[in-house]
């Protein structure tokens, strides 16, 4: 029988399947993007009474099996990195794989997956456990049939990893459909994550009329959802429905998802003539283009006084809009070392608010690069002849700080920031928001300006004074970022983030 179960181990910095903050495994990393290891250590300690492996070694044994099946195939040690967990937890209760679990997965794991979770030596006592790239979907299989919740979480976790290698995002609706099959909410969360950080690129490809009718009512419900503009989304929505034929039910509760007050009045007008749903749902069209043009022409004091609008609800808040009325960026040229701004990836240059970039060079030669945009005070139309000034900072080191007279700790550097020079109106506020790219590829991280800064993540984990970004970048640093000014109506339930 199994000694007592100890404690679930947990590496710093992951959640777990309740938590709903965006803090991902703190993977340490060593060696190199193209091979190395990294390492997850726990706290828990394996029982005492643990019995000795067969190798005659008195210390726990370390899990290496080779699977067979479809499902996990090749050695757990094989892959180009791999992610070691020390002091594994205790999996609970082994139970027979044709037994029905809460949260299987409906097919039973490999022959090797068996043998090793029905093996309390090798599996249940050792406390340590290999898992590679290769081999995460198979100890995440193996979880889900044996009913182990707490490994089952782990593993999907690290999944992170995986989602941001596959551009074509087949990768990660494959693995959004396996959790919802093997009821993980980690994982599915994970998934949804990383879809809504590169939703913009996501809408572009091939798999874009694939997505599953619940994932996109997911992905249209968030706030942190990237894309140039709400028109955008409109647009890839429609183009969604014409492809996959969904219902009309389906179709109606996706588009209540949509934020029509975020469309410029010109860009409703035209709705009637560049949307094929807005024949077929002509009624719900006029009722939220209504709400818009209310939003867009009556001033906030008479919306929230003679309206009865709630201007907290999501239909008044803006997304991560990337377009250059609300954004701009900066990017790294890592060849010559210096930097140069840029529209954002697959973007052209062209700048209607007379943006430019600064450099300060240093004795190093190294450029602390600043970036001057402006942007209406407020997505309504009564805002857009009002502009606001912005300069945008990217501080790698205090002396980079003392030069843009930001305050900085020692510890602050890496970091972002963002200030205002012109005068608002006192009724808006802000929650400005940086997305944080990897090699140009993928949103790896999303920070928020707490004032006027935003403190970056660690790209892989290895700064251990500092969290690790939710989708890791190795082998660093980042490549770009891009900030998004998001303005809204104050109101008594509402706070400015900047």
């Known amino acids: ?65 080779e699977a067979s099946g479809t ?41 090797w997956l068996r043998q090793a979770a029905m093996s309390p030596a090798r599996y249940f006592y050792s406390r340590r456990i290999d898992v590679s790239l290769a081999s995460v979907k198979c100890f995440h299989q193996l979880a889900s049939a044996y009913g182990a919740e707490q490994l089952q979480s782990f593993c999907g976790r690290l999944f992170a990893l995986l989602l941001p290698q596959d551009p074509s995002f087949q990768t990660p609706l494959e693995l959004y459909a396996y959790a919802l099959a093997s009821q993980d909410p980690v994982l599915e969360e994970v998934c949804t994550q990383f879809l809504a950080w590169n939703f913009g690129a996501l809408i572009q490809t091939e798999a874009w009329p694939r997505v599953p009718t619940s994932l996109l009512q997911a992905l249209l419900s968030r706030s942190e959802l990237a894309v140039p503009s709400e028109l955008a989304v409109l647009q890839a929505l429609d183009k969604w429905s014409r492809e996959r034929q969904a219902s009309h039910g389906e179709v109606a509760g996706l588009l209540r998802e949509v934020r029509f007050p975020m469309m410029l009045p010109e860009d409703l007008f035209q709705l009637q003539f560049n949307v094929s749903l807005y024949r077929v749902h002509e009624a ?9 043009l209310e939003f867009h022409t009556v001033p906030v004091r008479l919306l929230a006084q003679y309206g009865g609008r709630n201007l907290t609800e999501a239909a008044y808040w803006p997304r991560l809009y990337t377009s250059p009325t609300w954004s701009a960026s900066l990017r790294d040229q890592s060849a010559s070392g210096s930097w140069v701004s840029y529209a954002g990836p697959g973007r052209s240059s062209y700048n209607p608010y007379n943006r430019r970039t600064s450099y300060y060079e240093v004795a190093s030669r190294s450029y602390y690069p600043s970036r001057s945009f402006r942007t209406p005070q407020h997505p309504s139309f009564l805002f857009q002849a009002k502009m606001v000034s912005w300069s945008f900072y990217y501080l790698p080191t205090m002396q980079s700080c003392w030069n843009y007279g930001i305050s900085c700790s020692s510890e602050e550097p890496p970091l972002l920031a963002l200030t205002k020079s012109d005068y608002t109106d006192p009724s808006i506020g802000y929650e400005n928001k940086a997305l944080v790219f990897c090699e140009e590829r993928f949103v790896a991280h999303v920070v928020d300006f707490r004032g006027q800064k935003a403190k970056l993540p660690s790209p892989s984990g290895t700064n251990g004074s500092r969290s690790e970004a939710y989708f890791p970048c190795s082998p660093g640093p980042f490549s770009s970022f891009q900030v998004v000014v998001r303005p809204f109506y104050l109101t008594n339930s509402s706070n400015a983030g900047l």
């Open 1 to 65: 029988m199994p000694g007592p179960a100890v404690p679930w181990w947990r590496p710093p910095g992951l959640a777990g399947a309740g938590d709903t903050d965006r803090k991902p495994p703190a993977l340490l990393a060593s060696g190199g993007p193209q091979g190395g290891r990294g390492t997850l250590r726990g706290q828990s300690r394996p029982p005492s009474r643990m019995p000795v492996g067969s190798d005659g070694g008195g210390g726990p044994r370390r899990l290496r099996g």
């Open 71 to 111: 499902a996990c195939r090749g050695r757990a040690s094989l892959g180009r990195r791999e992610i070691r967990s020390v002091g594994a937890p205790d999996v609970g209760p082994a139970r027979h794989p044709g037994e029905p679990v809460g949260g299987g997965v409906g097919r039973r794991p490999s022959r």
């Open 284 to 292: 719900l069209f006029q009722k939220k283009i209504l709400q818009a």
